[in-house]
């Protein structure tokens, strides 16, 4: 009983453990530092159309730090969805897209792109996340037709009824829905007819995988397929090869994203990219 109880607290005692547990709380309060300190900026990777125009732009959150220099999301984002600090710095991302894309359209340039911005569970389950969503644009004055909310499955399949329900009231402001990542989650096919979803992301494993392996192949063009079937559009994430643009251009996705084309970039190099199109 006793050598039990040393044994399942033992990780306690755990000095690398401890390490993370201590580095975590540090990167937290760093993280509270930082909101209050503006120290948050978006990056916007460009979505094409296979046609060469662009669509529009995916908002990435990176944190410029004073001393560690440009910090991936990668990094902070788990940390910020494990604590409740995803909600002032979902809420700083969805102003600060929305800001941007307010301005945009007064540019005949940019004014056609569309804003995409991702959303945690968490945000998104807050009772007043549809307000919320709905005061910026508001008061940033951006058109909800060209902000697209992107998901993961996770998400969506936490209580459906609640879900499907909000996402309606948010489409009835004209505001789209993507699901990322599609493929990495827990695909349940029985729920995905019943999300007003407007576009599938095809994360971009699938992508690299389907120029090496057949089986990753028959993966991307099933999901083209269902993708069809349900009246989405279909987006290839992770582009960074010409055989893999070929190749999901020659399966039917409607646009694509990725290093091929471009990085997430800066506001200005965004716009001296544009200008050179
Ligand atoms: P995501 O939403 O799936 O975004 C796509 C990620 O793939 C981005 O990483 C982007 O830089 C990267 N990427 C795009 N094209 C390529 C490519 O050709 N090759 C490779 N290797 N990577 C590519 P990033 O910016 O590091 O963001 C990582 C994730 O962090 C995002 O994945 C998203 O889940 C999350 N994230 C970023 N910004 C936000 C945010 O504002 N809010 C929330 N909730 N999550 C965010
Ligand atoms: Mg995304
Ligand atoms: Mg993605
Ligand atoms: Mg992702």
Redesign the pocket.
């Known amino acids: 009983q006793a050598k039990a109880a040393g044994r399942n607290n033992v990780s306690f005692f755990d000095p690398a453990m401890q390490a993370r547990v201590t580095a975590r709380a540090a990167l937290e309060a760093d993280m509270r530092r930082a909101l209050v300190n503006d120290e948050f900026v978006?990056?916007y990777?460009p979505l094409m159309n296979m046609d060469g125009t662009m669509a529009g732009t995916?908002?990435?959150?990176?944190w410029q730090h004073p001393q560690r220099g440009l910090v991936?999301?990668?990094e902070f984002?788990p940390v910020?969805?494990d604590s409740n600090l995803?909600l002032p710095?979902?809420r700083w991302?969805m102003h600060e897209?929305c800001r941007q894309l307010a301005q945009w359209a007064g540019n005949k340039r940019t004014a056609k792109l569309a804003m995409?911005?991702?959303?945690?569970a968490q945000?998104f389950h807050r009772p007043d996340f549809v307000e919320q969503v709905l005061e910026v644009l508001t008061t940033t004055g951006a058109r909800a037709d060209k902000l697209r909310l992107?998901m993961?499955e996770s998400l969506l399949l936490k209580d459906v009824d609640g879900t499907v329900e909000k996402m309606q009231r948010l489409r009835a402001a004209g505001i789209t829905f993507a699901l990322?990542?599609f493929g990495t989650g827990y695909s349940s096919l029985s729920y995905l007819h019943r999300l007003p979803l407007d576009q599938l992301?095809i994360?971009?494993s699938f992508i690299w995988a389907a120029v090496k392996e057949d089986s990753g192949a028959a993966i991307v063009r099933i999901i083209v397929a269902l993708g069809r079937a349900l009246n989405m559009s279909v987006v290839a994430?992770?582009?960074?090869t010409l055989e893999q643009l070929n190749f999901v251009i020659a399966e039917g996705c409607q646009s694509y994203?990725?290093?091929?084309f471009s990085?997430?970039l800066p506001e200005s190099e965004l716009l001296a990219l544009i200008a050179g199109l």
């Open positions: 978006l990056h990777q995916e908002a990435l959150v990176r991936s999301p990668a984002i910020a969805e995803i710095l979902g991302v897209a995409a911005v991702n959303v945690s945000q992107e993961t990322d990542d992301k994360d971009r994430e992770g582009v960074e994203q990725g290093y091929l990085k997430p």
